[in-house]
């Protein structure tokens, strides 16, 4: 393996170069015309009202649906689950131990481009709920051991996956030792616990609504080119995927949670933050805990505010209905900020899955590979994508919380009514260039 | 931007460096505190070069943290002294600097990769300089 990105400890030992400021700049002015193009030019009148459509592909469907690609994507979903599950817990404490690139980028990360290309994969394949369905066929009572009615299901909503998702960024960003499998044990035990017992208790739609990853994989899966249609898979209009996919309750904390985390996670990157805390004799544990949970906050609070512009947020109906509008920033910065990790240490845990144990296996025939380093070289290439990435999101975003906007608003106040929230937007995504410009 | 500059500035002012980034063949103005610049035999070969002075004591570290921003294929120059038994590891190179107390070490390291790396203390993880190579 080549030794230049052979980390000593821990993943990510390199990091993008800043932004170049005349691309931050171009980014942040194209932002802004882009977005009041959209509030003036855009459609006057809802476009899908709610409606999903496209066009519907009944072989595809019947590929998809059939029994042996279900059998097949939970099969590699589950020896997945067993395989890196043998190096967590029997491999060896290194960061040659491929479990900590696998937990870190290749799930974390991976799972953005997954769900954005092949849409709601993950679902199938997530070995958590596949437990559950088997244990269900080995006689668990349909709906878990504790029912829950439908009017409690809508009310817990996504809400304990954002919990979820809150938690995994703090295992990610926060906690000391994350690259060690002591630590990483103790989370994967809280993981399977929480998901797959809950799923025993409450039956399979626990699993839907608690499993961070699925939770995070088919919000992505939203602005993929695949919907069902009648029940049955369509190529559809992105655009019109988000606007007329179900937004459950909770969609707006998901939402919030995401973009705080990747937000912050860009924060501490700056010289400011990394002086500031190493200057101070409080614990950095408290510092990062409460960056994290400040930035999830202004996040939440933002968004409801602009939300607030379109109507009364009854019951949160609302915040969930525009969450489908931030869910393209959200993987705009996902992609921004963690591509490169995804293109360099994604190859190292391709090399390192061959020897889960650190005994010299070549399983998969990838041992022996080097990493394509390509992309180091190419810093220019980099720059454009993230600000392609950024300022693409920002302009899906807008325009679905344009259809959406025109869909809640009442004919009078169709233009200014969307203002506050096309702010907020243009703030989000103004924040991310700033982040990864710097400073 | 004026902030970069600024960074720089500080970076300058407060790590006690000096740095030419010319591609023309240079030397390093050393800070007071030392007492040779190390390329004063430059030819016109040599790349540029940066010395930057770390001290690791008190359970602290100077510099603090601060962004330094270089050009591949510059040489930078690590001073280090500590006063207790510590590695300086310089992501992304690979290269851990053991550091005992009293001693001072000085390692170059050829800046031939771009991207941003930390330069950091392990015992206690503090981080000593953003390394930004462009
Ligand atoms: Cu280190």
Redesign the interface.
């Known amino acids: 393996m080549n030794p230049l990105l052979v980390p000593l400890h821990g993943l990510g030992s390199r990091q993008d170069l800043p932004l170049p400021l005349p691309l931050a700049v171009t980014g942040a002015a194209l932002v802004l015309v882009l977005s009041f193009a959209v509030l003036a030019l855009a459609w006057r009148e809802p476009r899908w009202d709610g409606v999903p459509g496209g066009r519907v592909l009944p072989g595809l469907t019947r590929v998809v649906d059939a029994r042996w690609t279900r059998i097949a994507l939970a099969a590699i979903g589950l020896f997945a689950f067993a395989w890196v599950g043998m190096a967590l817990w029997a491999g060896q404490d290194r960061v040659t131990n491929p479990v900590f690139g696998f937990a870190y980028v290749w799930m974390w990360v991976g799972l953005v481009p997954l769900s954005l290309l092949l849409g709601p994969i993950w679902r199938t394949a997530n070995p958590l709920r596949t437990l559950v369905l088997l244990a269900r066929r080995a006689g668990l009572p349909r709906d878990g051991v504790l029912p829950l009615t439908p009017p409690v299901w809508r009310r817990i909503g996504r809400y304990p996956a954002a919990v979820g998702l809150a938690a995994f960024t703090w295992l990610e960003l926060v906690q000391p030792d994350n690259n060690t499998l002591a630590v990483l044990r103790w989370w994967w035990l809280a993981w399977v616990v929480v998901v797959a017992g809950g799923g025993v208790l409450f039956g399979p739609r626990w699993v839907r609504s608690a499993d961070p990853f699925e939770a995070y994989a088919v919000l992505v899966s939203r602005a993929s080119p695949w919907q069902r249609v009648d029940g049955r898979v369509a190529l559809v209009n992105p655009l019109r995927h988000l606007s007329t996919s179900r937004s459950p309750s909770g969609t707006w904390a998901v939402v919030a949670v995401l973009l705080g985390g990747t937000a912050f996670d860009g924060f501490t990157g700056t010289s400011w933050w990394v002086r500031t805390v190493q200057s101070s004799d409080l614990p950095r544990v408290l510092w990062s805990t409460s960056g994290q949970l400040a930035m999830v906050a202004l996040v939440g609070l933002t968004f409801a505010l602009g939300v607030r512009g379109l109507g009364r947020l009854r019951q949160g109906a609302l915040l969930d209905l525009l969450a489908a509008s931030v869910i393209p920033i959200v993987i705009g910065y996902a992609i921004a900020h963690y591509l490169s990790l995804l293109v360099l240490e994604g190859q190292r845990t391709m090399i390192n899955l061959s020897d889960p144990l650190g005994w010299g296996w070549n399983a998969f025939g990838t041992a022996e590979l080097g990493i394509n380093q390509l992309w180091l070289d190419a810093p220019q290439a980099t720059a454009l994508i993230q600000l392609f990435a950024i300022v693409g999101g920002h302009l899906l975003g807008v325009l679905v919380a344009h259809e959406l906007s025109l869909r809640v608003l009442p004919a009078g106040r169709r233009v200014l009514g969307q203002v506050p929230l096309l702010v907020v937007m243009v703030g989000y995504t103004c924040g991310g260039l700033l982040l990864l410009f710097s400073p | 931007?004026r902030?970069?500059i600024g960074?720089l500035l500080a970076a300058l002012l407060l790590v006690g460096c000096a740095t030419t980034q010319e591609a023309a063949p240079s030397s390093t103005v050393a800070p007071p505190a030392m007492a040779t610049s190390p390329a004063t035999s430059a030819t016109p070969a040599e790349p540029a070069r940066t010395v930057i002075r770390i001290t690791l004591a008190d359970g602290k570290?100077e510099p603090?943290?601060?962004?330094v921003e270089l050009a591949r294929g510059s040489v930078l120059e690590l001073v280090i002294t500590s006063d207790r038994e510590d590695a300086v590891?310089v992501?992304?190179?690979?290269l851990?600097i053991p550091v005992t107390p009293g001693a001072s070490v000085t390692k170059d390291i050829t800046l031939d990769?771009?991207?941003?790396?930390?330069i950091e203390s392990h015992e206690p993880v503090?981080?000593i300089l953003?390394l930004?190579v462009?």
Not at chain 2, 113 to 118: D, N
């Open positions: 931007m902030k970069t960074s570290v603090n943290g601060q962004r590891h992501h992304g190179f690979d851990e990769r771009v991207g941003r790396f930390e503090f981080t953003q930004v462009s």
